[in-house]
Nanobody, 120 residues
Framework: QLQASGGGLVHPGGSLRLSCVASGSIFAIKGMGWYRQAPGKERELVADITNDGNIRYGDSVKGRFTISRGNAKTTMYLQMDSLKPEDTAIYYC????????????????WGHGTLVTVSS
């Protein structure tokens, strides 16, 4: 189970910090990431991070957003600075989880999302 939080309304140029916590029958988490979906648009990668520290950012957020993981590796954060109206979307956290039991399906764990609205 993944729980995302931290969304809200912010003015252009402002900042927000999103959090995502993974819980449940987890043996290991290979990677975690943020995706977003704006009204009428397809879901797109915001950023993801693997256990060995590899990070990818979507082109539209490079230099403005920073992804990180907590020491426990079951938490993930997204620091969003210099926000723009086009960043308005529902932000979803996902994880590549190896479960304690049962079959493993890559990137099969997703949270319900948190809404970020950037508007003056």
């Amino acid at each position: 189970q993944l729980q995302a939080s931290g969304g809200g309304l912010v003015h252009p140029g402002g900042s927000l910090r999103l959090s995502c916590v993974a819980s449940g029958s987890i043996f290991a988490i290979k990677g975690m990431g943020w995706y977003r979906q704006a009204p009428g648009k397809e879901r797109e990668l915001v950023a993801d991070i693997t256990n060995d520290g590899n990070i990818r950012y979507g082109d539209s957020v490079k230099g403005r957003f920073t992804i990180s993981r907590g020491n426990a590796k079951t938490t993930m954060y997204l620091q969003m600075d210099s926000l723009k109206p086009e960043d308005t979307a529902i932000y979803y956290c996902g994880a590549d989880v190896i479960p304690d039991s049962g079959a493993y399906y890559p990137w099969d764990h997703w949270g319900h999302g948190t809404l970020v609205t950037v508007s003056s």
